[in-house]
């Protein structure tokens, strides 16, 4: 946690929120929707910090790259750790691919479970997906299954679900999420991850 938010009415602590693309498309939108999200932070929602962490040049998986009894990983490895560790909460911007989570974002997790603690484990959590029919809601489901082993704590609703073939377009041709409906949508999961972040935080007796 980081120094208290200097502009909220009541002082809380800064929440650094990591935040993972599941895609590795130029134009992705689920980039955009943590680009519109840190976007969001910055300009209304105090006390929230997003650190987009990219897991795009992560190593495939594979458990020969660890050494020292499974508790040494490859330098990139090593330093995503680092930064997993250190959030406070997450977002999982995550693309529904056959109907489940990418192999993109499925390494990342596996890479963070690894060694004696889970480097996600505790904290809380939430998905925004962009797909198709059911705007990416079956590869949400998914993730939430993988994050019970995580020990991931997932907020519960808002969810969203952008339906991004839709007419009107929701993202322009470079990824940018273009959609007031969708932006609002997208604070409020912002707004409850955060509520839900304190809840978690440790209490002084
Ligand atoms: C290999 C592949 C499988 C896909 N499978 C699904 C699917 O099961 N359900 C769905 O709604 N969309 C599916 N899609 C569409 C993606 O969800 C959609 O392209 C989305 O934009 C990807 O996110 P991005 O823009 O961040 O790359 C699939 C796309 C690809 C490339």
Not at 77 to 86: C, K, L, S
Not at 94 to 115: F, M, Q, V
Not at 155 to 179: C, M, Q, S, T, W
């Amino acid at each position: 946690m980081e120094a208290m938010a200097a502009s909220s009415a009541v002082a809380r602590p800064t929440l650094r929120v990591a935040a993972f693309c599941g895609s590795l498309r130029k134009v992705s939108w689920h980039r955009g929707l943590i680009r519109a999200a840190e976007k969001l932070c910055e300009e209304s929602i105090p006390g929230l910090h997003i650190d987009h962490v990219d897991i795009s040049g992560l190593p495939m998986f594979n458990q020969d790259l660890e050494t020292g009894d499974g508790e040494g990983f490859p330098p990139d490895v090593e330093a995503f750790r680092d930064r997993v560790r250190a959030a406070d909460c997450f977002l999982f911007a995550s693309p529904e691919y056959n109907y489940s989570i990418t192999a993109t974002l499925k390494n990342a997790l596996d890479w963070g479970s690894r060694g004696k603690k889970s480097c996600w484990a505790d904290r809380a959590a939430a998905i925004v997906c962009a797909g198709g029919t059911f705007g990416g809601g079956r590869a949400s489901l998914h993730l939430r299954q993988v994050g019970v082993f995580l020990d991931l704590h997932f907020i519960n609703k808002p969810e969203l679900h952008v339906r991004g073939y839709e007419e009107p377009p929701k993202f322009d041709a470079d990824g940018n999420l273009i959609d007031a409906e969708t932006r609002e949508r997208l604070r409020k999961v912002l707004l409850s991850l955060q509520a839900f972040s304190l809840r978690l935080q440790p209490k002084e007796i």
